[in-house]
């Protein structure tokens, strides 16, 4: 049992680059979100989904892109990215609708925007 | 006031002595709590959730007071392997964090020391 997966572990890109972080999760969890973690912020939530073919914005979400076609898989686009953009990027899943529910975290994709 | 509010530290501890922080959280009609941990690089796990009679796993207690909106937790006998960061978790209906609504604290840096 996988759990979160995430990749890649590090990425570099340069200033108006786009990509996709991947996500992608095996434990048939309805709830997949993203987060990106700041020094001195905490932990954000940039968008997330509580099922395939639904997702919505949260916190932080100018600047990225989500879809949700299998409830296994969550990619994050970056569409251009920017210095401050920087950041480590957590996904995560959960069981939807009872929220005492453990949240599960991938390891985390460490971006860095020249 | 943030919603969800710790002291971030560093909590300097030797091993072997009991330690204690609070996280207050400033909507009273949050509903769940939680503590998680965050090791250096790593993807935050959960470390146990809090329920309103306080409850205990092992050498940690977690403890919820309404009346004041704070929760505690408690590390008793600390290790070296206890230090990390803390997060509290906090979910107050209606906070626009996302359908889930959790909002994250900062994080409080607990080092254990030899």
């Known amino acids: 049992n996988a759990g979160v997966t995430q990749t890649p572990k590090f990425q570099v890109l340069k200033t108006g680059q786009s990509m996709t972080l991947q996500c992608a999760q095996d434990m048939n969890h309805e709830y997949m979100s993203w987060y990106r973690q700041d020094p001195g912020m905490g932990l954000r939530l940039i968008h997330y989904?509580?099922?395939?073919?639904?997702?919505d914005q949260g916190e932080v979400p100018n600047g990225y892109n989500v879809s949700r076609s299998t409830t296994e898989d969550f990619p994050l686009r970056l569409l251009s990215a920017a210095p401050s953009q920087t950041s480590v990027y957590f996904c995560?899943?959960?069981?939807?609708?009872?929220?005492?529910?453990?949240?599960?975290f991938g390891p985390g994709t460490r971006l860095t925007v020249t | 006031r943030k919603e969800v509010e710790q002291d971030p530290g560093p909590f300097n501890v030797p091993e072997g002595a009991t330690v204690a922080f609070n996280c207050t959280y400033s909507n009273s009609a949050s509903q769940s709590f939680f503590w998680y941990r965050q090791d250096c690089r790593k993807e935050p796990k959960l470390l146990m959730s809090v329920y309103s009679s306080g409850n205990e796993d092992g050498r940690f207690t977690a403890q919820l007071n309404r009346a004041s909106q704070y929760i505690s937790l408690l590390i008793r006998d600390s290790k070296l392997s206890d230090s990390a960061t803390y997060l509290c978790?906090?979910?107050?209906?209606?906070?626009?964090?996302?359908?889930?609504?959790?909002?994250f604290g900062k994080g409080t840096h607990l080092i254990i020391q030899p």
């Open positions: 989904s509580v099922g395939a073919g639904i997702t």
């Open positions: 978790v906090v979910n107050p209906p209606y906070s626009g964090g996302g359908a889930d609504g959790l909002t």
């Open positions: 995560a899943s959960r069981v939807s609708g009872r929220l005492s529910y453990e949240q599960y």
